[in-house]
């Protein structure tokens, strides 16, 4: 999986890492077990970064918006 180091360096950093001990977690999005020092893959988000400031829930706005007008 490519890392994606512009958004958070390792999996621990991402909002969607769930520990389950000190160095152990779930991925909330992959719903599988991972180590907090993984690189982080490219569905990471930091930890304290708003959703609505994430380009992803940008791009899909704009597709909303889109297909409403």
Request: with cysteine.
């Amino acid at each position: 999986m490519n890392t994606n180091p512009c958004f958070t360096s390792n999996c621990h950093n991402c909002r969607f890492f769930q520990p389950d001990g000190n160095y152990h977690g779930t991925c909330g999005r992959l719903h599988a077990p991972m180590l907090g020092k993984w690189p982080a893959c490219q569905l990471a988000l930091p930890k304290f970064e708003s959703l609505a400031q994430s380009p992803a829930v940008e791009i899909f706005a704009d597709r909303v918006l889109a297909t409403i007008n």
